[in-house]
């Protein structure tokens, strides 16, 4: 891992506490970017709820994503909200990326990115998998965002993906 981490020289962390001991531990001295774009979704009063305890408290969720709804949690996020965060994000740091660059956020984050980079329909971001604690590599290139993934973890994040096709 000190391979991948020695060339950076800016990194961006979103303000949880789990993201900035990570960016602690990646940035060797670097000054850590708290950045609010960089949150996971906000579940809103579904936080910590259970999948089972979520569908009986607030049912019309299931029903919109049953029918490929991009449902918001209630008083929280839906996947369009966070998409528009990775946006705003991504326009915020690609003018001035022309250096390494580390960015530490979340799962849900993640998603969004990858989702929109491989053109996937967001009623599928949900079977991404993104694996814990491994970087996924872009390149920035004229303000543009480009996966640098190898084959055999694209194969781990699109797993669920390929077999709701088959």
Request: glycine share 4%.
């Amino acid at each position: 891992k000190k391979e991948i981490i020695k060339d950076i020289f800016k990194i961006y962390s979103s303000p949880l506490k789990r993201c900035i001991q990570t960016a602690k531990i990646i940035s060797n001295e670097i000054a850590i970017n708290i950045e609010d774009l960089l949150l996971e979704i906000d579940y809103g009063l579904a936080e910590a709820l259970s999948y089972k305890q979520l569908i009986k408290e607030y049912p019309k969720i299931k029903e919109c994503w049953d029918k490929g709804i991009d449902s918001r949690f209630p008083n929280g996020e839906n996947n369009e909200d966070v998409n528009n965060r990775v946006n705003l994000f991504l326009n915020h740091i690609s003018l001035n990326i022309e250096e390494p660059t580390c960015v530490v956020t979340h799962n849900v984050f993640l998603r969004c990115l990858i989702g929109n980079a491989f053109n996937i329909d967001k009623r599928h971001w949900y079977k991404l998998h993104i694996p814990f604690g491994i970087p996924l590599e872009f390149i920035s290139h004229q303000n543009q965002f480009y996966p640098n993934i190898s084959r055999d973890l694209l194969g781990e994040i699109f797993v669920d993906i390929g077999r709701s096709l088959a």
